[in-house]
């Protein structure tokens, strides 16, 4: 297997392997290897990750992957079929119909990082990549060992109510036309606030991340609240759960500085509360002036996530009950 890994886009230490799935579709699983010496005692010894990103995005988080390295850990990162790397010639980007679909990729991944048994599994998933996770958790229990959640989009902006008017309107139109685009625009304040070609820091291919986002067709959204309504009926996942969100959200149309420090995809307190719905062990973090994507905050912001990952991690990873 390990002749068939080839250097990633990333660069040093960066591997990334294509995995073969049903209709002739591919998902392509992302590894960190280093000779960096792990932190002393670190908390993830011996542990495997597997992160999974959000809506029309793909993995890119160099300085998150070591982090894990780090702290003990082997990391590995999945891009879903039809999202950056995965994405060929025809494919409508980030179209799917139910999130469940995602099932291929994830058992793929898993066989493909060679876990060995008893080796904890700790699984990663960021905002769209949160909700598939946590759903995947809830139908296979006993297989992942810790479910760290970053700004996972558990609920509609709005809230549950707005989600059940919407949802059986979002339905219909998705059995009809699941790839007519839905007449939402993303203007762009999420880029703006991340890309160094505006007034952030990171850099990325816009092609893979474009910078007002996929078209929104309406089998995908419909997907979402399908997940969205089977976490509001309640989830018994039976490991513990990390939930790590902003302090505050920004969900107008209009720049502003306060993009830079906040979460502009998500209302951060109604996903809190539905946090809660996933389990009998949930940690709810709020992280001061993080954005949507918590490990793309500024450094500082970035430091004090990472302490308390940690610190999770050393509570629970390695309890013996």
């Given at each position: 297997m390990d002749a068939l890994w080839k250097k990633d886009v990333l660069g040093e230490g960066f591997e990334q392997l294509e995995l073969a799935l049903p209709d002739n579709a591919v998902a392509t699983l992302v590894r960190y290897k280093s000779d960096e010496e792990p932190d002393t005692d670190p908390v993830a010894a011996d542990a495997d990750v597997l992160?999974?990103?959000?809506?029309?995005?793909?993995?890119?988080?160099?300085?998150?992957?070591?982090?894990?390295?780090?702290?003990?850990?082997?990391?590995f990162a999945l891009d879903l079929h039809n999202y950056g790397r995965s994405l060929r010639l025809g494919n409508t980007p980030g179209f799917v119909t139910d999130l469940r679909d995602?099932?291929?990729?994830?058992?793929?991944?898993?066989?493909?990082?060679?876990?060995?048994?008893?080796?904890?599994l700790?699984?990663?998933?960021?905002?769209?990549?949160?909700?598939?996770?946590?759903?995947?958790?809830?139908?296979?229990?006993?297989?992942?060992?810790?479910?760290?959640?970053?700004?996972?989009?558990?609920?509609f902006q709005g809230n549950e109510i707005g989600r059940r008017a919407i949802s059986?309107?979002?339905?219909?139109q998705a059995?009809?036309?699941?790839?007519?685009?839905?007449?939402?625009?993303?203007p762009g304040i999420?880029?703006?606030?991340?890309?160094?070609?505006?007034?952030?820091?990171?850099?990325?291919?816009?092609?893979?991340?474009?910078?007002?986002?996929?078209?929104?067709?309406?089998?995908?959204?419909?997907?979402?609240?399908?997940?969205?309504?089977?976490?509001?009926?309640?989830?018994?996942?039976?490991?513990?759960?990390?939930?790590?969100?902003?302090?505050?959200?920004?969900?107008?149309?209009?720049?502003?500085?306060?993009?830079?420090?906040?979460?502009v995809a998500l209302n951060v307190d109604v996903v809190a509360h539905r946090a809660l719905s996933l389990g009998n062990n949930v940690t709810v973090v709020r992280i001061p002036k993080a954005v949507h994507d918590i490990f793309l905050s500024p450094a500082p912001v970035r430091k004090n996530a990472y302490r308390e990952m940690e610190r999770w991690l050393g509570g629970y990873l390695n309890r013996r009950d």
């Open positions: 992160y999974v990103h959000g809506w029309s995005d793909y993995f890119f988080q160099h300085k998150l992957a070591r982090f894990w390295h780090r702290n003990g850990a082997r990391f995602y099932d291929e990729d994830l058992a793929a991944a898993l066989e493909a990082m060679g876990r060995i048994s008893g080796k904890p700790i699984l990663l998933g960021h905002s769209t990549g949160g909700l598939t996770l946590s759903w995947w958790v809830h139908r296979h229990p006993r297989v992942a060992t810790a479910l760290i959640l970053n700004s996972p989009w558990l609920e059986p309107l979002v339905q219909i059995r009809r036309h699941p790839l007519a685009p839905l007449p939402i625009q993303d999420y880029s703006r606030s991340m890309s160094s070609e505006f007034d952030g820091h990171w850099s990325y291919n816009k092609h893979w991340r474009p910078y007002r986002g996929f078209p929104v067709t309406s089998a995908f959204l419909n997907a979402v609240f399908q997940a969205q309504n089977a976490v509001d009926a309640g989830f018994s996942i039976d490991v513990p759960i990390l939930t790590m969100l902003s302090t505050r959200d920004y969900l107008q149309p209009r720049w502003t500085e306060t993009a830079t420090e906040a979460d």
